[in-house]
């Protein structure tokens, strides 16, 4: 057990509704990372927080894709407008600075 | 953009044979990592390689990062049916930037 728990883990919602991801990444860990991977491709990054900080956020998300960390602490995604090119596994990893990234289950998210 | 090339794309290999895969950047990185995906799951880090020319071991695996600190390689001698996975490198620019990964099967 990695520690990042994310919820729910599985998702299927039907193109057009709005869906949201929770992300509770390991308590002492600064940076929150966010990813999205298909079958048979490596993660792709879609944004990072420093703490309550979003620091970064990739060219390629649209901007039906939003996220929040608050506090600090949990962060969550949204995604407006679903498509089904929005199907995907949607991970979450935490990590102190740069170190090593741990990696919470994964939301699989069906858009039909 | 930052790119990472990860080949081969997939390697099958008869148990107690030797796997490597190796990872090109585009660009020149502060460090690159290395995971293993199980099939079903998510991502586990296996190692870090910062200075140039570092090599690590880990039991029946060897990590080596370039002099250039643009390319890395994962050797594994032996391998067995519990090496089975993907195994991502990824390059840190800041945010990590995943290969695509190889998958390694071993048929027993």
């Known amino acids: 057990d990695t520690g990042v728990s994310q919820d729910p883990r599985h998702k299927i919602t039907k193109r057009g509704q709005n869906v949201t991801f929770r992300c509770d990444p390991i308590s002492e860990h600064n940076r929150l990372y966010w990813y999205r991977q298909t079958l048979g491709q490596g993660p792709e990054f879609l944004t990072y927080?420093?703490?309550?900080?979003?620091?970064?956020k990739s060219r390629l998300l649209s901007d039906r894709f939003s996220a929040e960390r608050p506090k600090g602490s949990f962060s969550t995604l949204e995604i407006q407008r679903t498509e089904q090119g929005d199907s995907a596994m949607y991970l979450c990893?935490?990590?102190?600075?740069?170190?090593?990234?741990?990696f919470g289950p994964g939301t699989r998210l069906t858009v039909t | 953009g930052q790119q990472v090339m990860q080949i081969p794309q997939y390697q099958h290999v008869q148990e107690g044979e030797d796997f490597t895969t190796y990872c090109n950047s585009s660009t020149t990185l502060s460090n690159i990592q290395w995971y293993k995906q199980r099939p079903g799951g998510h991502p586990v880090f296996l190692i870090q390689?910062?200075?140039?020319?570092e090599v690590k071991k880990q039991k029946r695996l060897t990590f080596q990062f370039g002099e250039a600190k643009k390319n890395s390689s994962l050797h594994i001698i032996a391998t067995q049916t519990t090496d089975v996975g993907t195994y991502f490198c990824a390059g840190q620019g800041g945010k990590l930037i995943f290969g695509q990964g190889t998958e390694l099967s071993v048929k027993p």
């Open positions: 990893a935490s990590s102190l600075s740069l170190r090593e990234q741990y």
């Open positions: 927080f420093q703490n309550e900080a979003q620091l970064e």
């Open positions: 390689l910062v200075k140039s020319g």
